[in-house]
């Protein structure tokens, strides 16, 4: 009995993330001005262990199964909404870091044609990766409300 409870929390939860997603990728994704990513063998690494530990089995009955594909979907729909740079801060998955929080800002190298944007924030450190193509678009979008942007040196702007 406290299982079937328990299942059908998790569902009920599942299912309020996948609203929560679809809100944001109806609303916030119009507002993103320069779009970056996640660390993506993070989301890789969550991806795998949910697909070990919430496989589809032929033994799990209905709302086993019904939780089980809840949760993925969530998960893989979570890949929809946007990051990056917008008026209201560096937007992560489920929150914004305001501008009025940031710190301090750096952008240097990271693997052949990828840019890393460390934001610091109340104690905290928020990265975001962008392609290295967008570095003019990205700098004038940041100055527009932090004006203080560290570069790496072997980054140019012309």
């Known amino acids: 009995m406290m299982t079937l409870i328990l299942n059908y929390a998790l569902c009920i939860l599942a299912l309020l993330a996948l609203g929560g997603e679809t809100y944001l990728i109806a609303r916030r994704n119009r507002t993103i001005q320069v779009k970056g990513k996640d660390d993506y063998f993070t989301l890789c690494l969550v991806m795998l262990f949910a697909m070990l530990f919430l496989r589809p089995s032929t033994e799990a ?3 086993e199964s019904l939780r089980n594909t809840l949760i993925l979907m969530a998960l893989f729909f979570s ?4 990051r990056g740079i917008s008026k209201r801060g560096i ?3 489920g929150f914004v870091v305001p501008w009025e929080q940031i710190t301090g800002i750096q952008i240097a190298s990271y693997q052949m044609n990828k ?3 460390l934001c610091s924030a109340n104690k905290r450190s ?5 392609p290295k193509y967008r570095l003019k678009e990205l700098v004038y979008e940041i100055q527009k409300y932090y004006p203080r942007v560290m570069l790496e040196e072997s980054l140019k702007i012309s």
């Open 91 to 93: 937007e992560k998955l």
């Open 79 to 82: 890949i929809g909404v946007k």
């Open 126 to 130: 928020y990265k975001l990766f962008f």
């Open 61 to 63: 009955g209905l709302v």
């Open 115 to 117: 840019l890393v944007l």
